[in-house]
């Protein structure tokens, strides 16, 4: 089954192809990075119409580079929330009369569960059970992936997100947006113990996060000893980095080894962090779990994750109704839908 991904919930218009779940023949992301740059953070009314330019254009080329046209398309898939309500409604009013007018099933899909499943797509792909950390620009959480569909949230940010806590202490140090690629590449050119900043949470034993102090620690020794010289901002950010990476990798660890569980997942737009990703792989070979990592090109907004989770809802024979509704925040992510479900 070839099903056409779709995604605009943030700064990220995506289209993508994906055959049965598993198989990506193209995957397209247009970056709004340069429109939202000077303004250090997503402005969601340029970010609407960035979409609205780009959605028909980058759904043509992810059918021109799959070698498909609008015939080969079986079902389609689409981002539902949560996000940023005018963003989210530019894909899907588009998925919504795409399908429409070509006379295929749609479904809405939760951007959550779309990354806690771009997983699957890597190779090899993890068995389940696996336990997930999903650290992206707007959410930290913990998830004990069960089986298709079933997964369970063992713990969550109780502030900001991991991505978030980056792009704000890339603000601080005058860096630029997004900061977590520039903060990761500056820390590999820095002494991460000369600064030592505090670890939230480090020493609690449930899989909750805190990256709120860590931010405002940050902000305090820079206020207190601004940085001076190219050495400082990268001592700075190494140092920044090693404490969101000790949490984050302690938490993960300690979360499987509670229930037992030798397989672990790495996702989300942090899983692309270099430090993160190595210090993940080196602490789980040392306790014997099984390391799984979301591929670089799938870790941030992608509409072949959308595509890989709309097909099992889709396979099912589950299409969503014309007058399903985009939503901005879900408690969960969303299991794949049900027969009779919109996805929400
Ligand atoms: O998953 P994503 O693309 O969008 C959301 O769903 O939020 O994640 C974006 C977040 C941003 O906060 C960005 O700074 C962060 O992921 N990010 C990184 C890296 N690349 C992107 N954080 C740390 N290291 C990176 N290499
Ligand atoms: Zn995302």
């Given amino acids: 089954m070839n099903v056409l991904g779709i995604e605009s919930s943030c700064d990220e218009t995506a289209a993508a192809v994906v055959v049965d779940g598993r198989r990506i023949l193209s995957s397209v992301v247009a970056s709004q990075i340069a429109v939202h740059h000077p303004y250090g953070g997503v402005v969601p009314e340029l970010a609407s119409r960035e979409h609205v330019e780009a959605i028909a254009p ?28 005018g963003c989210l409604l530019v894909g899907f009013c588009f998925a919504k009369a795409y399908a429409f007018a070509r006379g295929l099933p749609w479904v809405g899909v939760d951007h959550l569960a779309g990354h806690l499943y771009s997983v699957l797509l890597a190779e090899p792909a993890p068995r ?8 992206s620009g707007g959410h930290t959480a913990i998830y004990h992936m069960e089986a298709l569909g079933r997964y369970t949230m063992l713990g969550q940010t ?8 980056y792009d704000k202490v890339a603000k601080m140090l005058g860096l630029g947006y997004p900061g977590g690629e520039i903060i990761d590449r500056l820390a590999a050119q820095g002494d991460p113990r000369r600064f030592l900043f505090t670890r939230p949470y480090l020493d609690k034993s449930q899989s909750d996060f805190s990256f709120s102090g860590l931010k405002t620690a940050v902000y305090r020794h820079i ?15 190494a140092g920044f980095q090693e404490a969101v990476v000790d949490v984050l990798v302690h938490k993960l660890l300690y979360a499987a080894a509670a229930i037992r569980c030798p397989r672990v997942a790495l996702v989300g737009g942090v899983a692309a962090n270099r430090g993160l990703r190595e210090r993940l792989s080196a602490d789980a070979a040392f306790k014997g779990i099984e390391v799984y990592i979301a591929p670089l090109s799938l870790c941030g907004d992608n509409a072949a994750m959308i595509a890989a989770m ?28 049900s027969k009779e479900g919109s996805g929400k």
Avoid at 223 to 237: G, K, L, W
């Fill in 310 to 337: 709309g097909y099992h809802s889709l396979k099912s024979g589950a299409s969503s109704s014309l007058d399903a509704d985009v939503y901005s925040r879900s408690p969960k992510p969303a299991a794949p839908e």
């Fill in 128 to 135: 389940f059970p696996f336990v997930a950390l999903l650290a």
């Fill in 223 to 237: 206020r207190e000893y601004p940085p001076a010289t190219a050495q400082d901002h990268a001592d700075i950010a």
């Fill in 158 to 165: 109780r502030d900001d997100a991991a991505g978030e806590a």
């Fill in 58 to 85: 980058v759904v043509a080329q992810a059918l021109a580079e799959a070698g498909l046209t609008a015939d080969h398309i079986d079902g389609v898939a689409v981002t539902q929330g949560p996000g940023l309500v």
